[in-house]
Structure formats: structure tokens, C-alpha cells
């Protein structure tokens, strides 16, 4: 489990293609939380776990299913990654709650400034459009963020200098893949509406 307040920004140092899926080596010396083999990390949204490491370079194993849902399958030697440790039960909540569980893609579809802010537009597909309100939250690469306006298939956000400087998201354009989690409470209530139905 996650909050979305990414602690550091992570480089991809090395990937290697093994039987159909990946084994993804992440340079997170810029973490101040030491990793073990068997850990979790959150790396930009999908939760990962330590195969092997070696100083500051971790290893992780993608399967195919996690390439098939997520960006992960897209990155490439030196891009950089947001990175968030496993939530200990004594930190504070600061976002909300975070699986790491991507439920699908979608891409920035606008940047514009708003005072010393920025105002991100996202596209993301139908299935997942339903499950973003005004005012509930939303995990785009690993960072929490509040809905500011919903239209169709398309959700808003305000992004603080602070945000866009701590996280990967000073790095991105207009048209870019990102990760999305929808909020774990619109799950469960989508899958008891579901049960009431039946």
C-alpha cells in the first residue's frame, strides 16, 4: 500500500528482456529508505518487488501482464521514474490510499499555466471515466491528485510547482503515456453495486 507522495524521482539504469517479459533495474539512490529483496516500491503508479539489488540499483520483475496495462513496457534507459516505498502503519497519510494496482493508460491532453501553478488535462479510456469525481482523488504515475473538473472521458488537475518539481511530471508533454489508478473506494463500490444487481 501507497499514499502517492512520491519521496524521489528514480532513473531506469538497465532492462534486460527475459522469456516474454522483463526484469527492470532502477537506479533509486535518491531514496532515503533502504530496500531489501522482497520489498514493494511504487516506481511512476505500479507496485514492484525487489528481485536483487546491488548498492542503489534494484531489480524488478515485469510480467506480461503488467506491460500489457501499464507504461512500464515503454520506458527505456535513463528515463526517469517516480519512486514511493511501501507505507509503514505510523506514516502519515498524506495523499490516499495507493495499491499500485494501474488500472489502464491514459495521455496528457493539455498543459496550461494558472498563476504559479499548472492546469493538466488527462484522456483516459470510457471503463475508467466513470470511476473519476469532482473533488475525489486519482493516481496519474504514482502521484496522488485531487479532480478539479470531469467532462466525458477527460478529468483536470492543479499541479503545484512543488508537484511538477518532485515528481517526473516536469518532464513530460502534451500527448505522453501515463499511468492511472482510480481510487481503490470506486472499486469496491462499482463491485458491491455489481453484487446487489445479481
Not at 505510523?90 to 504559479?116: F, K, N, Q, W, Y
Request: one cysteine or more; a negative charge; charged letters at 20%.
Amino acid at each position: 500500500m501507497f499514499t502517492g507522495i512520491v519521496q524521489a524521482v528514480g532513473m531506469v539504469a538497465r532492462i534486460e528482456t527475459r522469456g516474454g517479459d522483463l526484469r527492470l533495474f532502477v537506479d533509486a539512490s535518491a531514496l532515503e529508505t533502504e530496500l531489501a529483496s522482497g520489498e514493494s516500491l511504487c516506481v511512476s503508479g505500479v507496485c514492484l518487488t525487489v528481485a536483487a539489488h546491488e548498492d542503489a540499483i534494484h531489480a524488478f520483475d515485469v510480467s506480461g501482464e503488467t506491460l500489457a496495462l501499464t507504461t512500464l513496457g515503454a520506458l527505456r534507459e535513463g528515463d526517469a521514474v517516480n519512486l514511493e516505498p511501501a507505507l509503514r502503519l505510523a506514516d502519515r497519510l498524506g495523499g490516499h490510499l495507493v495499491s499500485g494496482h494501474v488500472d489502464g493508460v491514459g495521455t496528457i491532453a493539455a498543459i496550461e499555466p494558472d498563476a504559479r501553478s499548472q492546469r493538466w488535462s488527462f484522456a483516459v479510456p470510457a471503463a475508467l471515466a466513470r470511476y473519476i469525481a469532482i473533488k475525489g482523488s486519482v493516481c496519474v504515475d504514482g502521484v496522488s491528485l485531487t479532480v478539479n473538473e470531469v467532462r466525458e472521458n477527460r478529468f483536470g488537475v492543479n499541479l503545484i510547482p512543488h508537484t511538477v518539481e518532485a515528481t517526473t511530471f516536469r518532464g513530460k508533454r502534451v500527448g505522453d503515456a501515463v499511468n492511472i489508478e482510480i481510487d481503490l473506494i470506486a472499486r469496491y463500490l462499482e463491485r458491491l453495486r455489481a453484487g446487489e444487481a445479481a
